[in-house]
């Protein structure tokens, strides 16, 4: 498409800040590499894991806000909003603004692969929300390795995702494919051209995502954040029963992933290779048509189609 279009941004992490590091970055790549009009209607602070969550005994409050980065310029300033990243788009979209080509969620802090993270992730929950409302959309995330999450590694990843969406835009994978949204993930690495797969979602188990809080423990703003370096086998281990009347427990993303996870052609394998992975998606939960057909349901005499 030849259009410059208008593109709505969110994210699931919120302003500029230490839980939230790559977002004026990545608008200020977009403007001076593609030249995009850009709308911003984000989280007023953290919102990770809440999958397309509404907030519906919560009323949405938005307030204006001024990035950082004063070289910066979005259309009407942005849009800070109490709600969730998928409420961020239904307002966005339904009360803010009328010209919106294209809804970009991201960068996310930390990869979204595999079906453990994807089905919970905030910033695939914006897109799926957008994708439901008919907007083209993708979910846009930067994976990290050991806690390195340097700038240099940050602007390449910038850069490629600029020369990616180009691409996309330019040819309208959308159309094209017949995928209303694409989840993209993009290592943070020195290589200015890593390989670039399209992927599906890997399949993978989850472990325990919480931790036993004590006096002692201090959360990390990385401890929302799955690094992939530091995959553990999660799911099949013992479990500890350690839970009593008066404890608390803390979100931890101690480890969501297998070693087994990454199987070839999968998001997670193309992430483990350093590469970039788009995987096209649809925002539904698919039945199993296989399991429909099966003759299991006959012996509860239960009817099939």
């Not at 970009?104 to 914006?126: D, K, R, W």
């Not at 995987?279 to 399991?291: F, H, I």
């Amino acid at each position: 498409m030849d259009k410059v279009p208008t593109i709505l941004l969110t994210n699931d992490d919120g302003p500029q800040s230490q839980v939230s590091p790559f977002i004026e970055r990545f608008i200020r790549a977009v403007q001076q590499d593609l030249g995009w009009n850009i709308r911003v209607c984000i989280p007023s602070g953290q919102r990770s894991w809440i999958a397309k969550a509404f907030l519906v005994d919560e009323a949405v409050e938005l307030s204006k806000y001024t990035p950082q980065d004063t070289t910066i310029k979005t259309h009407n300033g942005w849009f800070l909003a109490t709600g969730t990243p998928a409420s961020c788009v239904n307002i966005a979209l339904h009360h803010l603004f009328t010209d919106i080509d294209l809804v970009i969620s991201g960068p996310n802090l930390g990869s979204n692969v595999a079906n453990t993270c994807a089905m919970s992730s905030g910033t695939l929950g914006a897109a799926m929300e957008a994708a439901m409302l008919g907007v083209r959309s993708l979910a846009l995330s930067f994976a990290f390795f050991n806690h390195d999450i340097s700038s240099d590694k940050v602007e390449n990843a910038c850069q490629i995702s600029t020369n990616i969406l180009h691409k996309l835009w330019h040819k309208d994978a959308w159309k094209s494919t017949g995928s209303p949204l694409f989840n993209i993930n993009i290592p943070l690495v020195l290589n200015p051209h890593p390989p670039i797969y399209i992927t599906t979602m890997g399949q993978s188990h989850i472990g325990s995502l919480y931790v036993k809080e004590s006096r002692s423990y201090k959360q990390s703003y990385l401890s929302v954040a799955v690094d992939d370096a530091q995959v553990q086998n999660a799911g099949s281990g013992d479990h500890e029963m350690d839970g009593k009347d008066g404890d608390a427990f803390r979100f931890s993303v101690a480890g969501t992933r297998s070693e087994t996870d990454a199987v070839l052609g999968t998001d997670a394998w193309a992430i483990r290779k350093k590469a970039v992975s788009i995987t096209p998606l649809r925002p539904a939960l698919d039945s199993l048509v296989e399991a429909e057909k099966s003759p299991f349901w006959q012996q509860l005499e239960f009817q099939t189609i």
